[in-house]
């Protein structure tokens, strides 16, 4: 796909003195409007190079043919199907907008409400579904301009919209949440970040796992470790591994003892790895050779990212694994007879009436 120099926005419009006047008007909100007379053309365009497209405006008084009648119910029929169907062949939602002077309950009955997953606001804002012409103008230019700069997370949060809602029903941090995105959504607009810069990000996955592990505190599943979430000690936790320490004498100490591995097999892997690999990738390589090199693994794969995309769905299998496991385990009691604390001091667990 060409660059442009303005966001790009499909306009279904047929009113010459409309199509003369508006694109003026939204070359201030840093909006190119092209036009097309009716809804065939627009959707050959939009096959044609669909990637080009930030943005919809639909005239809901608009002909579905070249030598169609106007007609909302129609026209809004057939175009909103169309797009539809083609968000789902490319894989990502172009937000639509209808913006008419028609009569306004023909063309809200014919309006769905896919639309609300980017404009809800406005409807609750304004209690209605669509822009009307020359009130609602400039504010619908604005919402476009704000939305093509946010639907990649739009989309992000579409494509894996099981995941975001185990993230939700998980009770996990709006701060793990926009970590998530912000590691799935370069997987998928590469153009937008550079290769240095997402690798970057392995704080960002560390911050995931946190909240993850902050969340399974609040159900009892692991101890709560307060301001400083200690990840390995979880892992191990989790996989069925007490927590240790070397004494004085070098002798291992158990601090929490485990008493069930509530972890697949293939998670408790995958959990012990990145446990081990991400929060040492989060700073610069040290001079103790035991440690794990960050700069140092890079330079040999070419500063490939892959290991950390690889990450991020890994993280998106243990939500959804959390899901479900939190389903069948409900009872805080229940999950935290899974683990005792032998040693509030060395665990840096404050000690509360009640603890075990």
């Known amino acids: 796909m060409r660059a442009y120099d303005l966001i790009q926005v499909l306009w279904v419009e047929d009113d010459p003195e409309v199509t003369e006047t508006y694109p003026q008007k939204a070359e201030i909100f840093d909006l190119e409007l092209v036009s097309f007379p009716c809804w065939d053309d627009a959707k050959a365009a ?10 919809i405006i639909l005239d809901a008084k608009c002909k579905h043919h070249r030598d169609s009648k106007d007609s909302a119910v129609i026209f809004l029929r ?11 062949k ?17 063309v809200s009955d014919s309006i769905n409400d896919e639309r609300m997953q980017w404009d809800k606001d406005w409807t609750d804002s304004e209690n209605k579904k669509y822009y009307s012409k020359n009130v609602d103008n400039e504010d619908l230019f604005r919402r476009i301009r704000y939305h093509a700069y946010k ?25 793990g949440y926009n970590a998530l995105e912000d590691l799935l959504v370069p997987i998928h607009f590469p153009k937008d970040i550079k290769d240095k810069d997402y690798n970057d990000k392995f704080e960002k996955a560390r911050t995931v796992l946190e909240y993850i592990i902050r969340s399974m505190s609040s159900h009892g599943i692991l101890p709560d470790w307060g301001k400083q979430v200690n990840l390995q000690w979880s892992s191990c936790l989790l996989s069925g591994m007490s927590a240790m320490r070397k004494d004085e004498k070098g002798n291992d100490t158990v601090i929490i003892e485990c008493k069930k591995q509530i972890l697949p097999a293939v998670l408790k892997e995958i959990l012990r790895s990145m446990t081990k690999i991400i929060p040492a990738f989060c700073h610069s390589d040290n001079k103790e050779d035991k ?5 140092e693994y ?6 490939s990212t892959l290991l950390l995309k690889s990450f991020a769905f890994q993280i998106c299998d243990l939500i959804l694994w959390y899901q479900n496991y939190l389903k ?7 999950n935290s007879a899974n683990w ?9 667990i404050k000690q509360q009436n009640g603890s075990k």
Do not use: M
């Open 46 to 55: 939009l096959e044609s190079d669909y990637d080009r497209w930030s943005a």
């Open 78 to 88: 057939e175009a909103l199907k169309d797009i539809s169907v083609l968000s789902e």
């Open 90 to 106: 490319n894989g990502h939602i172009i937000p639509w907008y209808v913006l008419t002077g028609g009569d306004n309950s023909e």
């Open 151 to 175: 639907s990649p997370r739009i989309q992000i949060q579409e494509k894996y919209r099981h995941v975001f809602e185990a993230v939700e029903e998980c009770g996990i941090d709006d701060n």
């Open 291 to 295: 440690d794990v090199k960050k700069e």
């Open 298 to 303: 890079l330079g040999s794969v070419d500063d």
């Open 328 to 334: 069948g385990h409900t009872s805080f009691e229940d």
């Open 340 to 348: 005792d604390i032998k040693d509030f001091k060395a665990a840096k």
